[in-house]
């Protein structure tokens, strides 16, 4: 079986890295304060350069009250103290250079903090010449604008006292919208962004980019289930107009540098994703498609659906091929872990961690690990309210409350899908502090740092974080891994996900059995043979050529079919 080389895609060095996204406030800290820092992120970098990583992508560093974590800005050009310094974050830049390695950066362009200067002013009269880099509207009816609720839950708009109007906010009340229609706050965007690029760095990842354009007239939105505020996707994020904005900040900034460029781009399909990613367009490289995200949401007692996760994977794989690139992930900042939700963290930790890893890791696009993916890290354990810190998921605790849920019944709903799953303190060792501090960490230390941690796995090559240099090494020696076209293949069976990637007469397969059970005696189109394994997270003894394939539990093996 033969594959076609991808034309009309061109090679780029964004394509074959591997990409490592740092939450700084849970990576590593230097100095005792409890809070990750830029220069415990030095302390790592070697360990980053020896797991393979090529870029590393820093969440928010800059100044901010943290209402959401360091995503509701105070400073686009300055760094946070908890942080550092702009002389710390330089050395980290140096140092990360000198390493080979890429940085790039979160760029947030849809808000600011309420505490940003420009807000500041905006709020202070309805005539001052910034009032309208924000959204300003007077109330209708004694109330809100529109009945737009805010993706954190609750009305998308605050009302300010002073001004007697109402400001939008897509995210957290402390999180208003910049006006993009405002072409002199653009203008200001475009400088900062230009500011960091000439700083150095290598790129950035645009934070809910979709939602800088929002429909014209701010209509109210369809309700559903009589509550008092309605879900607005469809006004909010990839509207109309939102490319002719994404030319203008690409031609002002992005064109002058070799740099990396990958959009948050929620709302927008694989059909609309030539506009983004195209390659003919120049606008961005890649955008982390979030089809498979929705499948998290799910109630965790009912299992994966393998069927949809084939077709969420396979709607991007295919649907961009010949003329854009993919960004692949299974865990960032604002998902709970995967092994908890895919995988068996009980019995088959190990296992779900590792065949997780084989199913989305080799498919075609740049793949990101997010911190402490690369060691099995799981979801922690919450006892109660006060040991949320996520805005998203005190404002649902307060909303299910008022419906009258049980107290019990809303933190285990919670537990399974919030974002401080992602969030607890990077587990280095087994002491007290995870290795991630001497002091006390901002954030709870999941148990089972005592067993799973860097310390335990650094020099074991049949741990998870040995597994994931192979990986790395497999796919950096292995163009067709890369630029290969994806296939897939076994589409109606339950429990194995398989793919072919196939490039200029090479054949390579991806078997994963993606369930708790034996997946036994499969049929294959083509025979397997052991002196062909070129990767798998159980020890396979030689077998004879054969097309029949049992795995166990969780099973991932790499086959390369021909030469």
Known sequence: MSGQPLDPISRHWWKEAVAYQIYPRSFMDSNGDGIGDLNGIIIKLDYLQELGVDVIWLCPMYPSPNDDNGYDISDFQGIMAEFGTMADFDRLLEEVHARGMKLILDLVLNHSSDEHPWFIESRSSKDNPRRDWYIWRDGKNGAEPNNWESIFKGSAWEYDQGTEQYFLHLFSRKQPDLNWENAEMRQALYAMV????????????????????????????????????????????????????????????????????????????????????????????????????????????????????????????????????????????????????????????????????????????????????????????????????????????????????????????????????????????????????????????????????????????????????????????????????????LESDPQVYAYSRLLDGQHWLVLVNLSDRPAEQRQLPWPLRHERLALANYPVEPHPAGDTLDLRPFEARVYRLND
């Open 194 to 489: 230009r500011w960091w690029l000439d700083k150095g760095i290598d790129g950035f990842r645009l934070d809910a980019i979709s939602h800088i354009k929002k429909e014209e007239g701010l209509s109210d939105a369809p309700h559903h289930g009589g509550q008092p505020y309605a879900a607005a996707w469809d006004k909010m994020m990839n509207v109309e107009g939102v490319i002719e904005h994404l030319d203008e900040l690409c031609r002002e900034t992005f064109h002058h540098y070799d740099i990396m460029t990958v959009g948050e781009a929620n709302g927008v399909s694989p059909a609309q994703a030539e506009d983004w990613i195209g390659e003919q367009h120049h606008r961005l490289n890649m955008i982390f498609a979030f089809d498979h995200v929705a499948l998290w949401a799910e109630d965790g007692e009912t299992g994966l659906d393998l069927g949809r996760l084939k077709q969420a994977f396979g709607r991007w794989q295919t649907g961009v091929a010949g003329f854009g690139w993919n960004a692949l992930f299974v865990e960032n900042h604002d998902v709970p872990r995967i092994v908890s939700k895919w995988g068996d963290s009980e019995r088959y930790w190990q296992q779900s961690a590792t065949a997780i890893a084989s199913l989305y890791f080799l498919m075609q696009g740049t793949p990101f690990i997010y911190q402490g993916q690369e060691i099995g890290m799981t979801n922690t354990r919450f006892e109660g309210i006060d040991d949320f810190d996520c805005v998203g998921s005190r404002n649902q605790y307060a909303q299910l409350k008022q419906q009258g849920m049980d107290e019990g019944h809303i933190i285990q709903t919670l537990a399974r899908g919030s974002r401080d799953n992602a969030r607890t303190p990077m587990q280095w060792d087994a002491g007290p502090g995870a290795g991630f501090t001497r002091g006390t960490p901002w954030f709870k230390v999941n148990p089972n740092t005592e067993t799973i941690n860097v310390a335990a796995q650094q020099g074991d090559p049949d741990s998870v974080l040995g597994f994931y240099r192979r990986l790395i090494r497999l796919r950096k020696a292995e163009p067709v891994l890369v630029y290969g076209s994806y296939r897939l293949e």
